[in-house]
């Protein structure tokens, strides 16, 4: 089966309902582009991209509640999401997993529940230096595979997006070919796993940019980005969608 391309902003905690009004203005050029454009806004702010947004575009969160409902103040629900219209949730950034002390455990709830309630899920893995450094990119990566999925149906709208933790908002990118040989691991342990896959999206993030954007997704395992910093301006992520 052939995979589209994703180029997906990741916008952080980043954004004033004047920014997103002009981005989304700005967006309806690339009507009709070959290339699947997801945005992922603050919580308070999907509301009003969903009305600004052109209609080609997936408006998704950040993250989202490993519970459905209850008592679990400050959180947000997969479902109330869901009801929003909201299209996917990313799951698993590594900024989540290092600030919000997000474990393998919670992460394969929030995962299994964002599924099931009908949310696509980007579901993040990657290595900080050190564990680069001491050989361990693949066992880190297989581990946050195995017990972030574990449950997960072989057909569940899942995408994987590879980001090693030292690539992102730092300006070093992982090169094309380190960042390959991890996609093409990542897509065979899947199959390991029960999924399909040569079928599963698996996006690149850390430092993606428009002028490296192309020779990253030129890799046969590439693709498209998850994108923070070169995600906010409206420029710089038509020219990702439009370079790639
Ligand atoms: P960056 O962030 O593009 O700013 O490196 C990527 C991410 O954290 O998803």
């Known amino acids: ?76 629900s997969a479902a109330a ?20 002390g997000e474990t393998h455990t919670i992460l394969n709830q929030k995962t299994k529940l964002a599924l099931k309630t009908g949310l696509d899920v980007i579901f993040c893995v990657g290595e900080t230096l050190k564990e680069r450094e001491d050989g361990k990119t693949e066992s880190v990566v297989q581990e946050q595979l195995d017990e972030g999925l574990a449950g997960v149906a072989p057909n569940a709208k899942l995408l994987i997006a590879y980001e090693p ?9 992982a090169t094309p070919a380190q960042a390959q040989e991890v996609h093409a691991f990542i897509r065979q342990h899947l199959s390991t796993l029960g999924h399909k896959g040569q079928d599963v999206v698996i996006l690149y993030g850390g430092s993606v940019k428009p002028d490296n954007v192309a020779e990253l997704l030129n890799c046969p395992d590439i693709d498209g980005g998850l994108v923070g910093g070169a ?10 969608c439009l370079n790639r």
């Not at 219209?85 to 990313?90: H, Q």
């Not at 933790?165 to 990118?173: E, Q």
């Not at 995600?231 to 990702?240: H, I, Y």
């Open 231 to 240: 995600s906010l301006k409206s420029s710089d992520f038509k020219a990702l």
């Open 165 to 173: 933790v030292w690539a992102i908002g730092t300006g070093k990118t």
């Open 81 to 100: 999401l869901k009801e929003m219209g909201i299209d996917f949730t990313i799951i698993g950034h590594s900024e989540r997993r290092a600030f919000f």
């Open 1 to 76: 089966m052939s995979r589209k391309i994703h180029i997906v902003g990741n916008w952080k905690m980043n954004q004033t309902l004047g920014d997103i009004k002009n981005f989304f203005t700005d967006l309806q050029g690339l009507k009709g582009q070959d290339c699947q454009t997801w945005v992922a806004p603050q919580f308070v702010h999907l509301a009003f991209a969903k009305e600004y947004a052109p209609s080609f575009v997936k408006i998704g969160a950040q993250n989202c509640s490993h519970e459905l409902t209850g008592a679990f103040t400050g959180d947000v």
